[in-house]
């Protein structure tokens, strides 16, 4: 293609970008023409747009035609002369005068002729004059016909405008159907999985209010969807604690979740349907995060009557095992010491070395059975909380004195911080001893050799918040949400301490929130772990039981 036909080329894409090629007439182009007639006292006037073959009168004064054949027209020479063509008498024109118009049809004689052009600057056309008889034209009336073809170009802008305007509607209308055909299918996909999902789903705005619920909700509710939406949902669907008090507001996974803008899960709360019965649930909460702006939330929850019922089973036959476990345990505990007395007579170093290896193994078996003893106590709800007045400060200094031989052997940096003036706490103290224990244990076990380990109780508000922190190991943030749950063990420090049931952390939580109190943690790997236990101030509720827990 050679600079002529890119020309040519690119003339007609802009031609056909105005979108008026064989349209009806408009009449902001009409009163142009009209004018021009009047102007220039001629009875022809006209606004052609030259097509590949044809030429296409958008406007004409004086003519019938609304088209006609590009290689017949005067327009044409505009175009191939890219300025005006003025034509005084055709007749006498070597170029015009065997043209048909002038010969035949019209029988034109005088024509004057202009440009116009497109947005981009390619000649589309030409604002035209016309007369059957010749005439003189003028410098003057040229250069008037030439600021009469602005005003064409400014409607051809105007047109083209319009027509990019018209192209961009159509194609965010055509978006928006497709988006809406898109959503509408998601809806549909999504109302038919909530409506059939097993759990009862509930979505809030950030205001607490209910958007939308599913079928199960009904069921595990006795509320309809219509009692629902719009609804705080703090005051709508009621929960209960393990005491058989109702949640309040703050208490609530899903106000939690959505304050502390992260996932909440919980298996300790009840529901009641509407004939009295109480069943136990289990709550994700999770909040709806967009721009790091919380602006709603979602509550699932799953009736676990049946789990609460296995694991009520799986605790019972844990106890009965145990117990079974434990009189074996300690004969063999019994024997060793005897041998190790030397009591049934001296043994050799070696049959010495494998009697103390049975021994250590058959104590790591009782504090195993142990653990499972308490564990299966306080889910099946029987062990005892005897609360008094303790002085926590003494408290800890017991187990300290405990643990230090394992935190010199280590050379352990230990940083003690407690509240000058902090009251006693009606809590048991062997099961706050208890988690004292667990935790310090942890963190003397799990910090390198020279580390520090930093024990802070304080007073805060209606609380007393003790904190035991570590600059060891750290565990895994993937891994963070299995921390309470039983047998977990954090991946990067099974290869350096191989010792560990992983029920540690369990038994401790559930002591805790058995006492009333809260437990929660931070850790970053390869820096270190941080534990916060918080007791209320007004202590632990007395309950009576059948055991208590063996430590």
Avoid at 67 to 82: L, M, N, P, Y
Avoid at 141 to 157: F, H, N, P, Q, R
Avoid at 231 to 239: D, G, L, N, V
Avoid at 403 to 412: C, H, Q, S
Wanted: hydrophobic share 40%.
């Amino acid at each position: 293609m050679d600079a002529a036909q890119e020309k040519e080329e690119k003339r007609l894409i802009a031609l056909q970008s105005l979108n008026l090629l064989n349209t009806p007439k408009e009449e902001r182009f009409e009163v142009i023409t009209r004018l021009a007639t009047k102007i220039f006292a001629v009875p022809v006037a006209g606004i052609s747009l030259v097509d590949s073959q044809k030429v296409w009168f958008k406007s004409i004064q004086g003519l019938m035609y609304s088209q006609e054949e590009r290689a017949a027209s005067f327009s044409d020479a505009v175009i191939i002369k890219e300025g005006a063509v003025i034509v005084e008498d055709a007749s006498q024109n070597e170029e015009f005068k065997n043209n048909a118009n002038v010969t035949e049809g019209p029988k034109i004689r005088f024509f004057a002729g202009v440009p116009v052009r497109a947005p981009d600057g390619s000649i589309v056309g030409s604002l035209f004059l016309a007369d059957r008889l010749p005439r003189k034209f003028s410098d003057l009336e040229a250069s008037t016909l030439k600021d009469v073809s602005t005003w064409v170009e400014v409607e051809l802008l105007r047109s083209s405008i319009t027509y990019q305007i018209s192209l961009e509607q159509k194609k965010i209308q055509e978006e928006l159907i497709s988006k809406n055909r898109e959503l509408a299918e998601e809806k549909a996909m999504d109302d038919a999985m909530l409506a059939n999902i097993g759990d009862g789903v509930v979505g809030i705005n950030d205001k607490g209010e209910i958007i939308f619920t599913n079928q199960q909700v009904e069921y595990l509710t006795g509320l309809r969807q219509d009692e629902l939406i719009g609804k705080p949902i703090w005051y709508s669907i009621k929960m209960f604690d393990k005491e058989d008090r109702e949640v309040n507001v703050n208490e609530r996974p899903i106000r939690n979740a959505l304050f502390l803008k992260k996932k909440i899960v919980s298996n300790d709360y009840f529901f009641v349907r509407l004939d009295g019965r109480k069943f136990p649930v289990s709550i994700t909460a999770t909040p709806v995060i967009v721009f790091d702006r919380v602006i709603g939330g979602v509550d699932v929850f799953r009736d676990i009557t049946k789990e609460k019922e296995i694991d009520r089973m799986k605790t019972e036959f844990i106890s009965l095992a145990s117990h079974q476990l434990r009189t074996p345990l300690s004969a063999m505990k019994w024997f060793c010491e005897i041998l190790l007395d030397r009591d049934a007579g001296e043994l050799t170093k070696e049959q010495e070395e494998l009697l103390t290896n049975v021994y250590q193994s058959n104590e790591r078996m009782i504090q195993l059975v142990n653990t499972l003893l308490n564990i299966s106590r306080i889910e099946s709800g029987r062990i005892i909380i005897d609360p008094k007045p303790t002085d926590l400060r003494k408290l800890l200094d017991d187990v300290i004195l405990e643990v230090k031989p394992r935190l010199e052997k280590k050379k352990l940096h230990l940083v003690i911080s407690i509240h000058e003036k902090l009251p006693l706490v009606n809590v048991d103290p062997r099961l706050i001893r208890h988690v004292y224990m667990n935790l310090l244990t942890n963190a003397v076990k799990y910090t390198p050799d020279e580390g520090e380990v930093v024990i802070i109780i304080s007073r805060m508000g209606e609380e007393i918040i003790s904190q035991i922190s570590d600059n060891g190991y750290g565990i895994p943030k993937r891994q963070q949400e299995q921390v309470f749950k039983k047998f977990f063990r954090a991946e990067n420090v099974i290869k350096i301490e191989t010792e560990g049931t992983g029920l540690g952390l369990y038994l401790t939580k559930a002591i805790v929130e058995s006492s009333g109190g809260r437990i929660w943690f931070e850790s970053d790997e390869g820096k270190g772990t941080t534990f916060w236990f918080a007791i209320p101030l007004s202590g632990s509720v007395q309950k009576e039981g059948e055991v208590t827990i063996d430590v």
